[in-house]
């Protein structure tokens, strides 16, 4: 299953796909209510209150689109289309892995870390597909990073590696955009990378949330980032020197996880600039496609 907040006519709504089909969720889930409950359901407009609800998993969607199989009322909420996907909600935190691919660190001039490399971007990068990456001239060399990220669905704190799993709730994809010049000019004088990672628009996400049980356990999957349709990185999560489990493991050591959060695992070789008139799609299969344009802004 998968979940997008979409852009309706009258505003913004949570659509579901479940066996290659669309529905709008928000109206599926009140008439759900309705049958089962005789009362009016809470009305959820967007992915983010889903993960704040605790509803983001197949036990809580699952009776939904059981029984509105069963009373024939499933096309009734099929969409016509595919939804027009947003940002799907708003992280609480981004945690970002670094050098998590050998070969990434490599070009990058660094070993292969022996414990995972932990940094920060701030949600207020975040936009969502379709949304333009905005590229100042003092930002300077500006790289794309796809990668995939972890959606955090209950509170987690000194989870195990064996059930790490259990705190989360999906996937999505996430474009780690950098200002490489402004990130080597902190690193030189022992700054944090925060700047260079955080600046607006520079985290692109989306277009979905995959839920949780829709990949097996390791999580092996391939991403590919394009730009102006030639491959620029290609490679698959099986090669992540720190898999998932062991990552949030590692994070909750010291981080309490809430839902919601972000985990973006890190990005493999063939990181290269982004220049304005570009178009960069980072894509991983079972997820989709991110594809944001990129324009020059002028500073005020």
């Known amino acids: 299953m998968k979940l997008a907040t979409a852009q309706g006519t009258t505003g913004t709504y949570v659509a579901l796909e479940c066996g290659g089909q669309w529905i709008d969720f928000t109206l ?19 992915v ?3 993960l704040a609800k605790g509803m983001v998993s197949s036990e809580d969607l699952e009776p939904v689109v059981s029984l509105l199989r069963e009373s024939g009322l499933m096309e009734r909420f099929a969409l016509a289309s595919e939804p027009v996907c947003l940002q799907p909600h708003r992280p609480g935190k981004i945690l970002c892995i670094g050098r998590n691919y050998s070969a990434h660190a490599a070009e990058t001039g660094h070993e292969a870390p ?3 490399v932990l940094f920060g971007k701030s949600p207020e990068a975040c936009v969502g597909p379709g949304n333009p990456i905005r590229i100042r001239e003092a930002y300077g060399r500006v790289d794309h990073e796809g990668e995939l990220a972890v959606v955090i669905g209950k509170r ?13 709730a999906g996937y999505t994809i996430v474009n780690d955009v950098t200002s490489r010049d402004m990130q080597q000019r902190d690193m030189q004088k022992g700054l944090p990378w925060f700047l260079s990672k955080s600046l607006d628009t520079f985290c692109p996400m989306g277009p979905v949330l995959l839920l949780a049980d829709a990949l097996a356990d390791p999580v092996e999957v391939d991403l590919e980032v394009r730009v102006n349709g ?18 949030i493991a590692y994070i909750t ?17 063939g990181i290269a600039s982004l220049a304005p008139g570009d178009h960069v799609e980072v894509t991983i299969p079972p997820i989709g496609t991110l594809s944001n344009p990129v324009e020059a802004e002028t500073a005020p």
Request: proline share 8%; glycine share 6%; charged share 25%.
């Open 114 to 116: 022996k414990q995972p």
């Open 253 to 269: 050591q010291y981080i309490t996880l809430e839902p919601g959060d972000l985990i973006a695992t890190g990005t493999p070789e």
């Open 230 to 247: 030639e491959i620029r990185q290609q490679s698959n999560t099986r090669h992540l020197i720190f898999d998932i489990p062991t990552l």
């Open 28 to 46: 599926a889930y009140q008439t759900y209510h309705l049958l089962a409950q005789r009362t009016p359901g809470p009305i959820v407009s967007d």
């Open 156 to 168: 987690a704190k000194d989870m195990r590696r064996e059930n790490a799993r259990d705190c989360v």
């Open 48 to 50: 983010g209150q889903m």
